[in-house]
Every structure is written in structure tokens, then in C-alpha cells.
């Protein structure tokens, strides 16, 4: 079955720093990965897909994430961090059954926390 | 401007009383999910449609139920069998063939007194 692990449960960056949150899948074939942002008491938000191709993705908010295989990581970078990026992070795989794509597996979050 | 619309936002109630959420969406989607949220848990799959008049079971299905008579609405009722039911709930839709890129309405949030 797939999964997923974010192995950080807080973060703390000061404001200006850079960001590296961390996601592990696992998929035997090529995984398709998300990365979603959840403001407090809200729904969630997506930040950027990786479905094959180029191993470096951009997506919205000036977020990237790179996809390596072999690490079975899909990490998610920012350059500069705002106070408007503190909110809880998630990774996400595409899961399958007989009938094909059922949703998506989660991992349980990364809250971040911007310090001034 | 489209969107998904969950109502309420908030929900009490006691225990041994069945709750309907309601998740309506204007986006067209063929494919509607249910999520469940508890802190520290990440989101976890209740129950999922990708057609009219069908649906199936996601990793926590007991305890819910859930119908899809309509492309825009997919209402999940809370019902008394299900033990815990506290808890943040999200809806959301996607288009068919889109795996994965899912549009979340802004939650209702159940409390069981």
C-alpha cells in the first residue's frame, strides 16, 4: 500500500530564512506526489504536483519540490520565508486500487512555525 | 465563483444522534471525497465518489454513511455507530482523470457532547 512520511512534526524558521520540509513515500512504481498547505481552521490548499518529467517542480507561494527516486523523498523548499507561510503542510501520494485511483494518502503534517 | 461549500461550519451534538454534513459543489467535478481530520493524524479517507449514484468505502468508512444523488452535493451522515466522532471534516472534488488535485471546501467541525 502506499504511504507516506513527514518526518517533521514542528518547524521553526526565522523569517527571511529558508525552508526544506520533508516528505518520504512509498510506491513501487512512479508516484504521483502533491504538496498542500492548510491555513488554521481551513481547507487545504494546493502548492504543487509532481506526475513525471522534469524532478523539480514550482509551484504557487514561490514553493519548489524536488522528486528523487532514489531517496523516496519529494521535499518541499522555499528561498525566503514570510510570516504569511506559517500554516500545517502536506504531503500527499495518489493511492490505487483494482479500479483505479481512490484519492489520496496522507501524511500527518508538518506545522510551521515563522519566527520574526 | 466556483467553489465547494460545507455547511455548517460548526456541529454539536450528543452522543447517540445521527448528523448530516452537507458539501455542495459548483465546479462541475465528477469525483467528491470525504476526509476526516484529528490533530496530529493528517487526513484520512471516509468515503469517495467518482460518479453519480456510486461510491465507495475509503480506510474509515464505519460509522459514516454517505449518498450521491446528485453531481454537486455529496452529504455524509454521522451516525450514532460511529464511536469517536469528533473531529474535522472536509469535503472535496476533483475532475476525473486529475488524480490527486483535490479542491477542499473550508471544513465543518463536529463536536460530540
Known sequence: AQSVTQPDIHITV??????????????????YLFWY?????????LLLKYF???????????????????QSSFNLRKPSVHWSDAAEYFCAVVTYSGGGADGLTFGKGTHLIIQP | DGGITQSPKYL???????????????????????????????????????IVNDFQKGDIAEGY???????????????????????FYLCASSITGTPGELFFGEGSRLTVL
Open chain 2, 12 to 50: 454539536f451534538r450528543k452522543e447517540g444522534q445521527n448528523v448530516t454534513l452537507s458539501c455542495e459543489q459548483n465546479l462541475n467535478h465528477d469525483a467528491m471525497y470525504w476526509y476526516r481530520q484529528d490533530p496530529g493524524q493528517g487526513l484520512r479517507l471516509i468515503y469517495y465518489s467518482q
Open chain 2, 65 to 87: 454513511s454517505v449518498s450521491r444523488e446528485k453531481k454537486e452535493s455529496f452529504p455524509l451522515t454521522v451516525t450514532s455507530a460511529q464511536k469517536n466522532p469528533t473531529a
Open chain 1, 14 to 31: 526565522s523569517e527571511g530564512a529558508s525552508l526544506e520540509l520533508r516528505c518520504n513515500y512509498s510506491y513501487g512504481a512512479t508516484p
Open chain 1, 52 to 70: 513525471s518529467g522534469d524532478t523539480l517542480v514550482q509551484g504557487i507561494k514561490g514553493f519548489e519540490a524536488e522528486f528523487k527516486r532514489s
Open chain 1, 37 to 45: 498547505v492548510q491555513s488554521p481552521g481551513q481547507g487545504l490548499q
